[in-house]
DNA sequence: TTATAAAATTGTAATCATTACAAACTTGAA
DNA sequence: TTCAAGTTTGTAATGATTACAATTTTATAA
């Protein structure tokens, strides 16, 4: 709570019940969830909260660099309190999300190469979609999303 | 016409004449467009084509290889032609899609690495954002999306 | 404390890309 | 020609996100 009121302070957030709850979930719950997830997880102990206020808190997040939002899922925007780079793998068919480390080399790419150098490069998003270990399924038979 | 033909033929694709023009028009405008600008390109040589039939023929070339699909626009799926290992970078405010080389050590880490070998990988997207050239800006005023 | 303005939250309605679905059409083999 | 499979079409449904105005909370000054 108090840690929490501390590290949304080193964004420049100002505090509020709603925005200290939704940033304490997402720092205790690294899983990228959705506004949903988030949202069915915390209106049980504030009952007045609304799906609104969930959006709101996270745009305002994301552009103070407190959080990132993460494309990976068509179907919505997820969120993650882990700002450090690293790259995401989402499975086609149990949809679970998986932290990947990136070696700096390639990361710095992005930073040091010339070929970028007319960018004003602000974000780096690295996506992998394919199969986790539990869901591997051999090359033929290809059906689900 | 015949070479659009051949093409979608690679990939086991049976030609029509809704998919030949989807595909050509895929294969003559490498600028990511979406369901709606191809729609509005289509539609006034082939009066009777539907929307749907675009989405229909877009999802049948994602899933046959011809054809990958980017998420780096929260709003429209857009789609690219170019199947080869590559970035994209979208600019925050003209909103262009630049394609950008990216090394390939980069791209082995996901198939080389021990880290990921659990996974059956798929696809990567590396998608950048911020500014591009023209729409340069300094830190201080970040007013836009 | 009280008054007042700014900031934050809330609920409802609108938006709009995508998907679902069933009917109509096309194709090609029997 | 017949028929089934494959393809296209139009309309309706879905559902995440945004817009917006009203309400509530917070901060500040009289
Ligand atoms: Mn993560
Ligand atoms: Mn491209
Ligand atoms: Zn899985
Ligand atoms: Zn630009």
Do not use: W
């Amino acid at each position: 709570m108090e840690y929490t009121k501390e590290y949304l302070a080193e964004f420049g957030i100002k505090p509020s019940i709603q925005r200290i709850a939704v940033m304490k979930y997402l720092l205790n719950h690294k899983t990228h969830p959705n506004v949903d997830e988030i949202y069915m997880a915390l209106h049980s102990t504030i009952p007045t909260l609304s799906k609104t206020t969930i959006y709101n808190t996270l745009s305002l997040f994301v552009e103070s660099g407190a959080v990132s939002s993460i494309n990976i899922d068509k179907r919505n925007i997820r969120y993650d309190a882990d700002i450090k780079p690293h790259a995401h793998f989402r499975c086609k068919n149990c949809h679970i999300i998986i932290d990947l480390p990136v070696p700096n080399v390639c990361h710095e790419v992005f930073s040091i190469s010339d070929i970028y150098k007319d960018l004003q490069i602000q974000d780096v998003e690295i996506s992998l979609t394919g199969y986790c270990q539990h869901c591997q399924k051999d090359e033929l038979s290809e059906t689900e999303e």
